[in-house]
């Protein structure tokens, strides 16, 4: 079944392609665009310790790490498009760890029409909407992942409606598969929704996600703030109930760019799950600052990160029992 979509993804995108030559000269060209990237990274715990890692994507100590190679296709004709995206690397095997073999490489995979104005349409596999971090290292300031990010939803396979409703608004709606799930034998679905608004110079925008099925359900809200050209304040606060089991999250990413060429992130993100519902068991604070620096299509990014837990969940260097965690990473990022 997998193979069959992947697949119907690629013949329809060469449809696309060669429908190019019989449109008329008043249609809109068709164009493909692509994104590619490498990232990977070296980090280093305080206490020799790859298991006080709770998050994603950075589960080792002292070894170099490809984080991973990424290429993207956007691909547009008239009302349709269709985006096919790829990675290798563990990066990509913990994105899609529901699927195995060449399916972990199919980050996204979707089509997109748009009957009119105001109103598109997408069919297929896309990253979740819920969250303030994405899956691509190029797309965030810190290189290492929040709790929010890593226990909320990766990806959603289905179907979904954007619907412009006027000025700086709009609303999305759909229904897919459960939670990182291409394909299953389940039967629940899962409702995903997004109302979205920003002000009028864009310095203010907010998002207000949800999913919900049977016996899961989460709210997010996300805020992104300008305050000036070099400082911005962003917001990601999250509740979500797993089996009638609460789990939060509120985490503010504070980004300070004294130039083009250099910028630092301190994100702080307070995570409970006292009530053990995705396994942690545990509230945690924990603080990260990383800076960004741009030489062209490379970025580093040098970062240091403390995570302090309410009970002992993480270990030191003779490994007993504590509540501090912490690790230094330097990550590299090349995208054209």
């Known amino acids: 079944m997998k193979s069959k979509t992947i697949l119907t993804v690629f013949l329809f995108m060469s449809l696309l392609s060669n429908a190019q030559s019989d449109t008329s000269a008043k249609a809109p060209e068709a164009s493909t665009t692509y994104t590619i990237y490498f990232d990977g990274y070296y980090k280093s715990d305080f206490s020799k310790q790859s298991t006080n890692n709770k998050t994603s994507f950075t589960n080792s100590n002292k070894s170099l790490q490809l984080g991973m190679a990424s290429i993207k296709l956007d691909h547009t004709n008239g009302n349709f498009a269709a985006t096919l995206d790829l990675g290798l690397g563990k990066r990509a095997q913990e994105f899609s760890y529901n699927d195995n073999g060449v399916a972990q490489a199919i980050k996204q995979a979707y089509i997109s029409y748009a009957p009119m104005s105001g109103l598109k349409i997408t069919a297929g596999k896309w990253a979740t909407h819920i ?194 965690a912490g690790n230094f990473l330097i990550a590299a990022v090349y995208k054209f």
């Not at 999250?238 to 760019?257: E, F, L, P, R």
């Open 131 to 324: 969250g303030y971090e994405l899956l691509d290292a190029y797309s965030n300031r810190n290189y290492s992942m929040s709790y929010a990010f890593s226990y909320g939803p990766f990806f959603h396979t289905g179907f979904r409606a954007d619907i412009a409703l006027g000025g700086k608004s709009a609303f999305m709606i759909g229904f897919a598969q459960p939670t990182d799930f291409v394909s299953t034998s389940s039967p629940d679905k899962m409702l995903i929704a997004q109302f979205s608004t920003s002000s009028k110079d864009d310095k203010l925008k907010a998002f207000l996600n949800y999913q919900g099925g049977k016996d899961k359900s989460q709210f997010d809200l996300v805020l992104n703030g300008v305050v000036s050209s070099q400082v911005g304040i962003n917001y990601d606060g999250t509740i979500a109930n797993i089996s009638g089991k609460n789990w939060t999250s509120n985490a503010v990413y504070v980004n300070y760019d004294p130039s083009a060429k250099f910028g630092f992130t301190l994100r702080s993100e307070y995570f409970n799950d006292t009530k053990n519902a995705v396994g942690v068991g545990s509230s945690i604070f924990q603080n990260t600052l990383s800076a960004n620096i741009h030489f062209a299509k490379l970025t580093l990014i040098p970062e240091i990160r403390f995570d302090n837990a309410k009970d002992k969940i993480f270990f030191n260097s003779n490994s007993n029992l504590n509540q501090y």
